[in-house]
């Protein structure tokens, strides 16, 4: 069988990225690249560095990753769907609900893929934590709390931290829970002098009654990737930057300390971390990708779902901007 013709549109940071992965995968072949504002990562290789999505059409590519930034995702994406190519358009979908909602049309419109990269879902600890939570190893769900800190990326121009980073959380805690957000409240600042929040502090309900929580910042020195979920039968932590899964037991054992035993709630059990295998995330989305193009499978982020989780991102930052005073 032929390998599929890809071609890739925005050739900065993570664009380095994805140009890599398509190289090194089977069935894919990387046929073009496009960026107006050239290679400044070398990755094109022997392939001539196109001005635009037009000239990436006219390369007669099967399908395209879209990196540019958030702002040109609309255009780039509704070229794409027209042309009748499909796309794994880089998260969030859009920068307004608006342009996300006339991505989602023109994708089904076309009859073809249309995907988003909300890469944290295939993180080998939240894709083994998704497993046991649906095989019921935690019980009940009570609480789905997620800490995503660290330094900020001068790539990032165009959105702040809910929609470049907050993004991640709230789709990767609606797709853990197998539930969608009925509600949120945040607060932001505002302390790098940046006109977009570089902090939130956030809370919500699941349709399915789990209370969420969420940290996110670019002015943390420390770097973390968080995710906890607490449930019936203890607690689960995923750091999705070592893609490590530990898993925290209720105790059975009676207390003889009477200040401790006094307390009615759970003990503290067993301590397990587990041994998965460690794939690299964004090969496993780029062959998810590839495999939907081919009608393999639907294990992909639809875009449908990336217009929800831009929803909730939009419903957050108006929570913050109408404050209720104590």
């Known amino acids: 069988?032929?390998?599929?013709?890809?071609?890739?549109?925005g050739l900065g940071m993570m664009g380095r990225h994805h140009a890599r992965?398509?190289?090194?995968?089977?069935?894919?072949?990387?046929?073009?690249?496009?960026?107006?504002?050239?290679?400044?990562?070398?990755?094109?290789?022997?392939?001539?560095?196109?001005?635009?999505v037009e000239d990436l059409i006219k390369a007669g590519i099967d399908a395209a990753v879209v990196a540019v930034p958030t702002g040109m995702h609309e255009e780039v994406g509704l070229a794409l769907a027209e042309a009748g190519i499909h796309a794994l358009i880089e998260k969030p979908i859009a920068?307004?609900?608006?342009?996300?909602?006339?991505?989602?049309?023109?994708?089904?419109?076309a009859g073809v893929v249309g995907c988003v990269g909300h890469i944290e879902r295939y993180n080998p600890a939240l894709q083994s934590l998704r497993e046991r939570m649906a095989d019921g190893d935690l019980g009940e769900v009570y609480q789905i709390a997620t800490r995503r800190q660290g330094p900020f990326p001068a790539r990032i121009a165009d959105v702040g931290v809910v929609k470049d980073l907050a993004t991640h959380d709230i789709d990767l805690t609606a797709?853990?829970?197998q539930s969608e957000y009925t509600a949120v409240a945040a607060q932001v600042a505002l302390r790098s002098g940046r006109p977009h929040?570089?902090?939130?502090?956030?809370?919500?309900?699941?349709?399915?009654?789990?209370?969420?929580?969420?940290?996110?910042?670019?002015?943390?020195?420390?770097?973390?990737?968080?995710?906890?979920?607490?449930?019936?039968?203890?607690?689960?932590?995923?750091d999705t930057l070592t893609a490590d899964l530990t898993f925290y037991a209720n105790g059975v054992v009676n207390s003889e300390w009477d200040a401790v035993a006094n307390f009615r709630g759970v003990a503290e059990g067993d301590v397990t971390r587990f041994a998965i295998p460690k794939r690299e995330p964004l090969r496993t989305e780029h062959e998810r990708f590839r495999d939907a193009v081919l009608g393999k499978t639907s294990e992909i982020v639809t875009m449908q779902e990336a217009q929800n989780t831009l929803r909730t991102a939009e419903n957050l930052l108006r929570t913050a901007r109408q404050p209720v005073d104590a």
């Open 1 to 9: 069988m032929t390998n599929l013709r890809v071609g890739l549109i």
């Open 21 to 52: 992965v398509i190289r090194e995968i089977d069935g894919v072949d990387l046929v073009a690249v496009a960026d107006a504002t050239g290679d400044p990562h070398n990755v094109a290789g022997g392939l001539e560095v196109l001005g635009g």
């Open 95 to 109: 920068h307004s609900i608006e342009a996300g909602e006339r991505l989602v049309k023109a994708f089904e419109t």
């Open 175 to 177: 797709w853990l829970a």
């Open 197 to 238: 929040e570089d902090m939130v502090a956030a809370t919500g309900k699941l349709a399915n009654g789990t209370i969420t929580n969420h940290l996110v910042n670019w002015l943390s020195p420390m770097k973390e990737r968080v995710t906890v979920v607490t449930g019936e039968k203890g607690a689960y932590v995923a």
